[in-house]
């Protein structure tokens, strides 16, 4: 008999861990989640957050969003990637980022009814942590993940109490490895990967210095620094990164591989902050430094039977982009649903592997892309002779060549501004953050191909209800005339249909279909005089379908199915949707434990 009985058991209080915690709280699920640490983020590690990620936040409840609004850097700060010297030096160039351009910002608008922000880790991970807790979470820290069995009925995992140095139990239905980029669970399960851990060597310096006079008039969340060396390992560049504005950082500044690992002493510290900073004189007050590497490895599967693996355990990559807690957050999105779905009896367990079938190409995107980030930086090296050396007399002539009234400095500086325009793929790739598209089970084709990207898919995104998309946001209004986005009518752990007026037999089919399946199914009638109008028309112009069609929305937002028009047999065809959604299928192996009871 084991020590702990739980029906998910969470191994990790991440981003990845507890955000997956607090949506099964949410949706009712009993769990416990485990960190072999006693406390949660210790250092800012990440921060920026992307309008997909807030969008998860929003779902699990306005004052968990609003918390996150309270405690961040906005958008507006989060301004420009400056380029330079050193922040005290020339300034080399500047670009837009995270939605700074107005044309940008129009289409973050557009696009999502939250804004990104920059939360530092050690604010976002304490308020998931405490959504969980306050839900009904069980959490243990000090708890140290061993190893763990599987049966038919669920699984076994052996945890060391860190207090007493014994072993403990714990009995599961499910066990989710949430444990970061050296994950044991994933290591235990063998799962395939692909790619490599440590191909660049970084280091993180944090301290407190008020650098107001060298920032507050350029307002950016990454200031990148070009200096001899800076091209070795880390993350393309040296970095001084905003904590807190402007008196808290956090330095990045890469060493060589190939060598071990430097000791990062005050005394060294010191040096590489006044180095990047410009100012030898400048006094910190040093939080901490460590040393981490880059990595370039993803998971291709992330599911054993009844153990999943999720967050760094599955994605491992260097910062660029912003990606790795955002796509830890969304990793647990699509997870938690379908465990609550399939706990409830709702779902039968070949819901279970579309996770995998839908998170693995995410992870293989976003590790290649972070990857490919840092390579971006070679342009602008290049432009400014840079490239491979660390002869400081050349580099420094080469630097200056570039202010000449020649041919070549025109040619040099044209490269420079192409360079540093091409690294909107890191900064201002809103696409990669929001157009991600599952093709799975879980999206029941309504036989329309899926829509060609009209725009560069990594830049921007692209709406569409095409099954397996992501809905469109788009404000409608309740009859006080406030104004709600069409992702607040759907998700909170619930399947929800949006149709028109002339689609109102919808709502009973959902009923019947309800009933039958045993599960709750919302309808909304978007119309004049109904509960939601759609002033704008700007649901009617995203929506794609007609008014009488539907639009079946997964509780991770997600397209589920969709009818183009209202169908003779609603009810049969709702039906039909949805059994295979949640691999019921009639005769098939995906049914519930009931129905193949
Ligand atoms: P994470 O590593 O955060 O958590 C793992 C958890 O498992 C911890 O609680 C740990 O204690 C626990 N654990 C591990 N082994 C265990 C065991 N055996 N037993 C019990 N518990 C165990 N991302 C982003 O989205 N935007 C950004 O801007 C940045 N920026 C950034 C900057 C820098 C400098 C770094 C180093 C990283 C980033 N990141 C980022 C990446 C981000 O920090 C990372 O992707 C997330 O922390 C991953 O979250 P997870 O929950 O998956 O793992």
């Known amino acids: 008999m084991a020590d702990i009985i739980t029906d998910v058991l969470i191994i990790g209080t991440g981003p990845a861990g507890s955000a997956t915690a607090a949506l099964l709280s949410s949706y009712?699920?009993?769990?416990?989640?485990?960190?072999?640490?006693?406390?949660?983020?210790?250092?800012?590690?990440?921060?920026?957050?992307?309008?997909?990620?807030?969008?998860?936040?929003?779902?699990?409840?306005?004052?968990?969003?609003?918390?996150?609004?309270?405690?961040?850097?906005?958008?507006?700060?989060?301004?420009?990637?400056?380029?330079?010297?050193?922040?005290?030096?020339e300034e080399l160039g500047r670009m837009k980022s995270w939605g700074s351009h107005p044309l940008s910002r129009a289409e973050h608008h557009l696009s999502s009814p939250t804004m990104m922000n920059d939360l530092p880790q050690t604010l976002m991970e304490p308020l998931l942590f405490k959504t969980a807790c306050s839900r009904g979470?069980?959490?243990?820290?000090?708890?140290?993940?061993?190893?763990?069995?599987?049966?038919?009925?669920?699984?076994?995992?052996?945890?060391?109490?860190?207090?007493?140095?014994?072993?403990?139990?714990?009995?599961?239905?499910?066990?989710?490895?949430?444990?970061?980029?050296?994950?044991?669970?994933?290591?235990?399960?063998?799962?395939?990967?692909?790619?490599?851990?440590?191909?660049?060597?970084?280091?993180?310096?944090?301290?407190?210095?008020?650098?107001?006079?060298?920032?507050?008039?350029?307002?950016?969340?990454l200031y990148w620094v070009m200096q001899p060396g800076a091209d070795v390992g880390g993350i393309g560049m040296g970095l001084v990164r905003m904590v807190r504005p402007w008196n808290e950082w956090l330095i990045v500044w890469g060493y060589d591989i190939n060598q071990p690992a430097p000791e990062v002493t005050p005394e060294i510290a010191t040096g590489v902050a006044r180095q990047l900073v410009g100012d030898p004189d400048l006094e910190i007050e040093l939080l901490s430094a460590n040393t981490w590497t880059v990595n370039n490895m993803f998971a291709t599967h992330m599911q054993k039977d009844r153990v999943f693996i999720m967050g760094d355990a599955a994605h491992r990559h260097p910062p660029s982009n912003g990606l790795g807690s955002n796509t830890s957050i969304q990793d647990g999105f699509n997870l938690a649903w379908k465990l609550a779905a399939v706990l409830r009896g709702e779902a039968g367990p070949a819901l279970l592997d579309t996770y995998s079938q839908e998170r693995a190409p995410i992870a293989r995107q976003i590790v290649t892309r972070a990857n490919q980030s840092i390579a971006e930086f070679g342009p602008i090296f290049e432009a400014l002779g840079m490239d491979g050396g660390t002869d400081i007399e050349k580099i420094q002539a080469s630097m200056d060549a570039r202010c000449d009234a020649t041919h070549a400095a025109e040619k040099q500086r044209e490269a420079l501004r192409k360079a540093f325009a091409f690294k909107k793929y890191e900064f201002d790739a809103h696409g990669v953050e929001m157009n991600q598209r599952y093709s799975s089970a879980a999206a029941v084709t309504d036989g329309q191909p899926e829509p060609a990207f009209t725009k560069d898919k990594e830049l921007h995104y692209q709406p569409t209800t095409w099954p397996g998309a992501r809905l469109p946001h788009a404000w409608v209004?309740?009859?006080?005339?406030?104004?709600?986005?069409?992702?607040?009518?759907?998700?909170?752990?619930?399947?929800?249909?949006?149709?028109?007026?002339?689609?109102?037999?919808?709502?009973?089919?959902?009923?019947?279909?309800?009933?039958?399946?045993?599960?709750?199914?919302?309808?909304?009638?978007?119309?004049?005089?109904?509960?939601?109008?759609?002033?704008?028309?700007?649901?009617?112009?995203?929506?794609?379908?007609?008014?009488?069609?539907?639009?079946?929305?997964?509780?991770?937002?997600?397209?589920?199915?969709?009818?183009?028009?209202?169908?003779?047999?609603?009810?049969?065809?709702?039906?039909?949707?949805l059994r295979s959604v949640l691999g019921r299928e009639p005769g098939g192996v995906a049914q519930t434990q009931e129905e193949v009871a």
Not at 207 to 216: E, G, N, P, T
Request: hydrophobic share 35%.
């Open 28 to 89: 009712g699920v009993e769990n416990m989640v485990v960190n072999r640490y006693r406390w949660l983020a210790n250092t800012p590690r990440a921060h920026i957050t992307n309008q997909r990620t807030m969008e998860v936040l929003r779902d699990l409840g306005p004052e968990v969003e609003a918390e996150a609004y309270m405690h961040c850097t906005e958008q507006d700060l989060m301004g420009e990637n400056v380029f330079c010297e050193s922040l005290a030096g």
């Open 137 to 221: 979470t069980q959490a243990r820290m000090s708890t140290e993940y061993k190893s763990h069995v599987q049966d038919a009925d669920g699984v076994t995992t052996t945890c060391l109490d860190r207090l007493t140095g014994k072993d403990i139990t714990i009995r599961s239905k499910y066990l989710i490895g949430a444990d970061g980029g050296n994950s044991k669970v994933a290591e235990d399960l063998g799962l395939p990967f692909e790619g490599k851990m440590g191909v660049g060597g970084s280091m993180n310096i944090m301290f407190r210095a008020d650098l107001s006079k060298y920032v507050a008039h350029r307002p950016s969340v």
């Open 477 to 577: 209004y309740d009859q006080a005339g406030k104004r709600h986005s069409t992702l607040d009518l759907t998700g909170k752990g619930r399947f929800t249909i949006l149709t028109g007026i002339s689609g109102e037999r919808w709502t009973k089919a959902a009923e019947t279909v309800g009933k039958a399946l045993g599960l709750t199914i919302v309808v909304h009638v978007i119309g004049p005089r109904r509960t939601w109008v759609d002033h704008h028309g700007d649901w009617a112009t995203s929506r794609e379908i007609e008014e009488s069609g539907c639009v079946l929305v997964r509780p991770d937002h997600h397209v589920a199915w969709r009818a183009m028009t209202l169908p003779d047999d609603p009810a049969g065809e709702l039906m039909r949707a």
